[in-house]
């Protein structure tokens, strides 16, 4: 009985604190501050809202541990649309399903607490959480897609004295380019020649053609010469990029992500000059008129209308995220989890079926072999063999080089044993050395264990099998000869301090290689072999003789020069 009282009481202090000592007298609502939290991608998300006369007056995400840039639309818009229409039904931001999820949860559990029947809340019309702006338009140049390609192009436009819109079909800007993990592909910087890193872009070039002979070289050259004003170019605007760490490769200062610093440091560039970027709104094909390009139809919540421009560049990125467009051009990879972005669908390639666009090379893509599937969520765990891991199968046993450098016969090794994943394998030596790691660890995603026999049966593998095959691989690591499988780079994880740590992988897709076909200047290439004029593609999305050899430096280097040949008109 006097437990019973403590909690009344203990629930009065809550209530109080709360601010129930508002409520108006018609309703059950109660005014107050309420703070509640939800499970979103990293960890709970903390939501406080505020309610004042039965109305919800703030909605306000105040702690939470997600992804920066990918998380920042749905931690603005969704409060925000929650306050404006007084309401639960908000569409989830496509790309941050599950932050946008674990706000609506910690913000209905904040009005449940409040008295507000959360059902009614719930049972509303869908509400967008990103406006749209429905009505034909001209402009000077319309840029379709808003990652790291169609950002600076339309950033480098507008400072040139351009009208220029930019249109993203998600919610959420950012694309591909916010999830790039590590490296800028630059060489000869400043960054790289001071820590003896230097190397002539002539060898760099001839070295990539010789694994490659379709590579287009004068592109290299191009990207390679302006790769230093790139890198500065972004610092300038904020990111930090100035860590070497091989003759071809620069990253954070600080191994943060490289896709969040850039789309950061792009998005407070867009925002400062005002750039018209319109979210939620997809383009859905280019209006033609007497075999001239004139603008693009777009959707924008379930309205349709039209952006005439002068010229028109598509940065819609690539399609290791469409299933559609993977089984038009790339099926023996159709069935392999994405690690790229939600709008990674090929939508580009649909749009210059309309000026019979050349499309190359469509097939070739470059697979993670390091893809850990969760509810639904596919993470690259490449960090773990970054730090030495090794891979075993369902046998417990190794089966190839597992850090051999091309991923995509990797993949195929990995795709040829028995069962739809392996393991890749640490110790807590690796563990220590990688933040990454650790907040996979967090998540639940590692199987851990003290012994590796407790560690096979953790997995399913035979216990014998599994030591013996780390006996073997202590072996190669003390004598650095890996006898079985001719592993000679990293070396590292002897297996002795425990726990050990495994955790299932496969391949997955994260580059689409091929695309739109176009010239030096990035104009669209039809398959009579002519340049369109005003039709550019840039990024991902197009085939520019590099085979995605330096991502977002060609999103960089190749969309200020897609704006200079605009302004040069
Ligand atoms: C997991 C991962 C790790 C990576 N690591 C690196 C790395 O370390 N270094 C590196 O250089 N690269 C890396 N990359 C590759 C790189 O991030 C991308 O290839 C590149 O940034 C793509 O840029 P983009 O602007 O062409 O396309 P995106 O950034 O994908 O942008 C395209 C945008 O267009 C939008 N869009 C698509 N269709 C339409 C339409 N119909 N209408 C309007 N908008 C549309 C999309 O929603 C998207 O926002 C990585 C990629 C992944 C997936």
């Known amino acids: 009985m006097k437990k019973l009282l403590r909690c009344v009481l203990a629930l009065c202090m809550i209530a109080t604190i709360a601010g129930c000592s508002n409520k108006p007298a018609d309703t059950n609502i109660s005014d107050g501050v309420y703070t509640e939290s939800a499970k979103g991608n990293n960890g709970d998300v903390k939501v406080e809202v505020e309610v004042k006369d039965a109305k919800v007056i703030r909605v306000e995400v105040v702690e939470h541990m997600e992804t920066a840039g990918i998380a920042d639309v749905p931690i603005q818009s969704i409060p925000e649309a929650i306050v404006e229409h007084q309401s639960l039904k908000i569409d989830t931001i496509a790309g941050a399903t599950n932050t946008s999820k674990a706000i609506l949860e910690a913000a209905?559990?904040?009005?449940?607490?409040?008295?507000?029947?959360?059902?009614?809340?719930?049972?509303?019309?869908?509400?967008?959480?990103?406006?749209?702006?429905?009505?034909?338009?001209?402009?000077?140049?319309?840029?379709?897609?808003?990652?790291g390609a169609g950002m600076t192009t339309a950033i480098e436009l507008k400072k040139g004295g351009q009208n220029v819109i930019l249109v993203e079909k998600q919610?959420?800007?950012?694309?591909?380019?916010?999830?790039?993990?590590?490296?800028?592909?630059?060489?000869?910087?400043?960054?790289?020649?001071?820590?003896?890193?230097?190397?002539s872009i002539d060898e760099y070039i001839a070295d990539q053609v010789s694994k490659n002979p379709d590579m287009n070289a004068d592109?290299?050259?191009?990207?390679?010469?302006?790769?230093?004003?790139?890198?500065?170019?972004?610092?300038?605007?904020?990111?930090?990029?100035?860590?070497?760490?091989?003759?071809?490769?620069?990253?954070?200062?600080?191994?943060?992500?490289?896709?969040?610093?850039?789309?950061?440091?792009?998005?407070?560039?867009?925002?400062?000059?005002?750039?018209?970027?319109?979210?939620s709104t997809k383009a859905v094909e280019l209006v033609t008129e007497n075999d001239q390009v004139k603008g693009v139809k777009v959707e924008s919540q379930n309205e349709t209308y039209t952006i005439y421009?002068?010229?028109?560049?598509i940065a819609t990125g690539g399609f290791a995220s469409g299933k559609e467009a993977l089984l038009e051009y790339a099926p023996e990879w159709a069935d392999l989890p994405s690690t790229s972005a939600a709008g990674s669908t090929g939508d580009g390639f649909e749009l210059v079926k309309a000026v019979d666009a050349n499309l190359a090379f469509m097939d070739v893509v470059r697979l993670n072999p390091s893809v850990h599937s969760e509810n639904?969520?596919?993470?690259?765990?490449?960090?773990?063999?970054?730090?030495?891991?090794?891979?075993?199968?369902?046998?417990?046993?190794?089966?190839?080089?597992?850090?051999?450098?091309?991923?995509?016969?990797?993949?195929?090794?990995?795709?040829?044993?028995?069962?739809?994943?392996?393991?890749?394998?640490?110790?807590?030596?690796?563990?220590?050395?990688?933040?990454?790691?650790?907040?996979?660890?967090?998540?639940g995603y590692f199987i851990e264990a003290d012994t590796i026999e407790e560690l096979a049966e953790k997995m399913g593998v035979p216990a014998d099998n599994l030591t013996a095959t780390i006996e073997k691989y202590?072996?190669?690591?003390?004598?650095?000869?890996?006898?079985?499988?001719?592993?000679?780079?990293?070396?590292?994880?002897?297996?002795?301090?425990?726990?050990?740590?495994?955790?299932?992988?496969?391949?997955?897709?994260?580059v689409t290689l091929g695309g739109i076909e176009v010239d030096s200047s990035m104009h669209v290439v039809t398959k009579a072999g002519h340049a369109i004029n005003n039709l550019y593609a840039v990024g991902e999305c197009a085939h520019d003789g590099l085979f995605g050899g330096a991502p977002t430096n060609e999103n960089v280097t190749f969309g200020k020069l897609v704006a200079e040949d605009i302004l040069n008109k």
């Open 376 to 443: 639904g969520v596919n993470s690259s765990l490449s960090a773990a063999r970054a730090e030495g891991g090794i891979m075993v199968n369902l046998e417990g046993k190794r089966f190839c080089n597992d850090y051999y450098p091309d991923y995509t016969t990797l993949s195929k090794w990995m795709m040829e044993q028995e069962g739809d994943h392996v393991y890749i394998l640490i110790d807590q030596s690796a563990m220590d050395k990688s933040k990454r790691l650790q907040g996979f660890k967090d998540q």
């Open 108 to 147: 209905e559990l904040g009005l449940m607490a409040a008295g507000f029947d959360v059902e009614a809340m719930k049972n509303k019309e869908v509400i967008e959480a990103v406006k749209s702006e429905a009505e034909d338009v001209i402009c000077d140049t319309v840029v379709i897609g808003a990652g």
């Open 474 to 510: 202590q072996l190669a690591v003390k004598t650095g000869i890996d006898e079985e499988f001719g592993r000679s780079a990293n070396l590292t994880i002897d297996f002795t301090q425990a726990p050990y740590y495994a955790v299932s992988t496969k391949p997955g897709l994260q």
């Open 171 to 199: 919610a959420m800007n950012g694309g591909a380019t916010s999830l790039a993990a590590t490296y800028f592909v630059a060489v000869n910087t400043e960054y790289q020649k001071q820590a003896g890193l230097g190397l």
């Open 309 to 313: 421009a002068d010229n028109i560049v």
């Open 219 to 279: 592109n290299w050259k191009t990207l390679l010469e302006r790769s230093e004003e790139s890198v500065e170019w972004l610092n300038s605007l904020g990111t930090k990029i100035n860590r070497p760490l091989s003759t071809y490769q620069v990253a954070t200062e600080d191994g943060s992500s490289l896709g969040v610093a850039i789309v950061k440091a792009l998005n407070a560039e867009i925002e400062r000059l005002d750039v018209d970027m319109r979210l």
